[in-house]
C-alpha cells in the first residue's frame, strides 16, 4: 500500500529526498508522515504533514528537514538537508487512509522503510 525509495548511503551534508507514494483502494489520506528508527532505539517522529498542509517536526530536525505532500500523487516527500551521522536509521512512512466512500474510520497504513546511512 506504502512504497518507499530514496534512502542510502550518504556522506555528511548531504541532502537526499525520500518519497512514499500510497497505492491501492484509497478514498482519501488524511495525515501523513515520516518516522525513524536507529538501532537500539525506539521509533520516532521525524516530520508529519496534515491533508490541509500543515506541518510537525521532531526537534532534531527541525530547520534541516522539509515535509511536503502531493495529493494528486498519493505521495508524501521528505527533504533532508544538512545530514548528520545521527540522522542514521530506517526511515518509514506513514499515512492514515480511509479505503472506499462509507469507510467509518482512517487506518493507518506502513511502507517498508528505507535505510538512510550519513557516513562521517
Known amino acids: 500500500q506504502l512504497q518507499a525509495s530514496g534512502g542510502g548511503l550518504v556522506q555528511a551534508g548531504g541532502s537526499p529526498r525520500l518519497s512514499c507514494a500510497a497505492s491501492?483502494?484509497?478514498?482519501?489520506?488524511?495525515?501523513m508522515g515520516w518516522y525513524r528508527q536507529a538501532p537500539g532505539k525506539q521509533r520516532e517522529l521525524v516530520a508529519a504533514?496534515?491533508?490541509?498542509?500543515?506541518?510537525n517536526y521532531g526537534d532534531s530536525v527541525k530547520g534541516r528537514f522539509t515535509i511536503s505532500r502531493d495529493n494528486d500523487k498519493n505521495t508524501v516527500y521528505l527533504q533532508m538537508n544538512s545530514l548528520k551521522p545521527e540522522d542514521t536509521g530506517v526511515y518509514y512512512c506513514?499515512?492514515?487512509?480511509?479505503?472506499?466512500?462509507?469507510?467509518?474510520?482512517?487506518?493507518?497504513?506502513w511502507g517498508q522503510g528505507t535505510q538512510v546511512t550519513v557516513s562521517s
Open positions: 491501492g483502494s484509497i478514498f482519501r489520506i488524511n495525515d
Open positions: 506513514k499515512a492514515e487512509i480511509r479505503l472506499y466512500f462509507g469507510d467509518p474510520a482512517y487506518r493507518d497504513f
Open positions: 504533514v496534515t491533508l490541509g498542509g500543515t506541518t
